[in-house]
């Protein structure tokens, strides 16, 4: 196939990663970012695990993308990896509501044993309390930040991808069998394909707004990020992660080369997920809308008092420093669901945003819809025969009930801590609990 000129609208980690592929392949590349910088969103400021899969204990076909995903991952990417002294996993007794985890503990267990090395581990040598069981996995770390960042523009240095950064596109205009990219600035391209890989938050059709043109629902996720900084830091950096449902989860943050590892970020289902939206708008105007008073009050206390709920010396060795937010596109549904989704409307191909090691699954669907082979089409959507939404397409159609506990269920919440979307059975619950706490303090 004779090279193809390509525009990639979106420079995360998603964006870079297919501008090198493609242009390996011999393709003309352009890559654009309306920031000033490469992976300035989610995948170059959160803190990053390259997931082994047991993370999802519901979702098997997301565990699956992870195993495949992580091999290939470290095989090209090992200088953006580091490895963890633990990487825990928790079974959760009961979670911020009161409620068992989701999946058994027998389920749990066979779900981290399909990662080896597995070792389980007794909880108090741990320090940990209030979980079941707590097994050990070689869950490494991606870096971020400014590591991140010059890794690859040394990377791009040797490519032939041409980068327009501090460049916000704001039209893609087909025409006859090529597509006019104009700028802000009303500078206009011409390419033969375009790749929107903007993390499903810019340039997607207003029809796809109230009919996704596949069967899943989308919402949008303010997240927020609480950072703390090690005061007792270990050689390498640790992870601790207790499943499965409204529980905590405490990743590192690697920024750079220093050593000791100390940045932290903490994070809970519940708690720093302040709400899902229905449209991009609402969530943004939401994030914006956050002060330090509100993640005080309304995020960082029950963060913490979750994460000292199953690690008592949670807030003697770590100390708090500041928060983060950013909004994430999700597909709702049932299992969690967190696999990239790649697809083709219209001739534009889009990246539905999944996890890191997913870059690879859509690199090669691209190519595949690039050179018109193995393709199936329904309802004017084009996907990859043997690609994630092939396999997982009947997963994608289970969605939460209204009242299910689902983090696609999570409304709305407000300074003063009231919320629209769930039941008044689970706020009686959680009120009750909260009472409790209060009490016994």
Known sequence: ?????????????????????????????????????????????????????????????????CHAGFSRFSELYPDLIVAHDESIYADGQLDSLGQPSKVSSSAFRSVCHETSPCQEIDPKALGMENVTATFDLEEPSVVIGQRLRTAFVERFLSSSVDIHLACEITSL?????????????????????V????????????????????????????????????????????????????????????????????????????????GSCRSLVEAEELLQRLTDQDVDARVREPTEREMTRFWPDFTQRFVYSGWQGVVQAKLKTRSEFRSAVTFEKDRIIYVFPGKISNVFDACDEIKKLLAGVEWTEKNGVRYASDGILAKSIEELKERPGVDEDNTGNLSVRTPNGSSAGWSSQKWAVYGILELIRNLFR
């Open 195 to 274: 790749l929107n890989a903007t993390g499903y938050q810019s340039l997607i059709p207003a029809a796809f707004e109230k009919h996704f043109p596949l069967h899943a629902e989308v919402c949008f996720q303010v997240c927020l990020g609480l950072t703390y900084i090690d005061q007792c830091p270990t050689a390498r950096p640790i992870s601790r992660i207790v499943m499965d449902g409204w529980f905590p989860c405490l990743m590192p943050m690697i920024t750079n080369d220093e050593r000791p590892y100390i940045k932290f970020v903490a994070t809970h289902g519940q708690h720093t997920i302040v």
């Open 1 to 65: 196939m004779p090279g193809l000129s390509i525009a990639i609208i979106g420079a995360g980690w998603t964006g870079c990663h297919l501008a090198l592929e493609l242009a390996k392949d011999g393709h003309g590349v352009t890559l654009f970012d309306k920031q000033e910088e490469i992976l300035s969103g989610v995948s170059g400021t959160f803190g990053i695990r390259l997931h082994r899969g047991p993370h999802y204990p519901r979702s098997k076909d997301t565990r699956d993308h």
């Open 173 to 193: 205009v087909p025409e006859d069998d090529r597509f006019t990219v104009r700028n802000l600035k009303g500078n206009t391209f011409r390419f033969d394909k």
